[in-house]
Nanobody, 124 residues
Framework: QVQLVESGGGSVQAGGSLRLSCAAFGYAPSTMCMGWFRQAPGKEREGVAFLDSNSRTTYAESAKGRFTISRDNAKTILYLQMNSLKPEDTAMYYC??????????????????WGQGTQVTVSS
C-alpha cells in the first residue's frame, strides 16, 4: 500500500520561497511516476510538476523557471522547491504517485495514490 505524507507548506510573502516534501512509503521508486498538484478554492486540481521513473521532469507553464521537482537519493522523499512565489500560487498542494515506468501522464485521473495535502498561502 502506497502512502504519501506531505509537509512544508506555510505562509510567505510574494517573492519568497518554500520547499514542500512528500515522504513515500510502501512503493518501488523505480517504477513510479510522482508529481505535485495544487487546488485553489473554487478551482479544479491542476498538475504542477512531475518526475518519472527515469528522473525526467515535466512542469506546468506556471511553474517553469520558478519550481523544481526532485527526489532524494534513496528515492523515498519527493520535493518541490518553489521560488519567486506569487499570490496566485496560493493553494492546497498534493503529492501523487502511480505505478508507471517511463513517461508520466499528468492528468489527475491517472494517479491513484494521493497525500492529504499541505496549504501554501502567498500574500502580496
Amino acid at each position: 500500500q502506497v502512502q504519501l505524507v506531505e509537509s512544508g507548506g506555510g505562509s510567505v510573502q510574494a517573492g519568497g520561497s518554500l520547499r514542500l516534501s512528500c515522504a513515500a512509503f510502501g512503493y518501488a521508486p523505480s517504477t513510479m511516476c510522482m508529481g505535485w498538484f495544487r487546488q485553489a478554492p473554487g478551482k479544479e486540481r491542476e498538475g504542477v510538476a512531475f518526475l518519472d521513473s527515469n528522473s525526467r521532469t515535466t512542469y506546468a507553464e506556471s511553474a517553469k523557471g520558478r519550481f523544481t521537482i526532485s527526489r532524494d537519493n534513496a528515492k523515498t522523499i519527493l520535493y518541490l522547491q518553489m521560488n519567486s512565489l506569487k499570490p496566485e500560487d496560493t493553494a492546497m498542494y498534493y503529492c501523487a504517485a502511480e505505478y508507471r515506468a517511463g513517461y508520466c501522464y499528468t492528468g489527475v485521473q491517472t494517479f491513484r495514490y494521493w497525500g492529504q495535502g499541505t496549504q501554501v498561502t502567498v500574500s502580496s
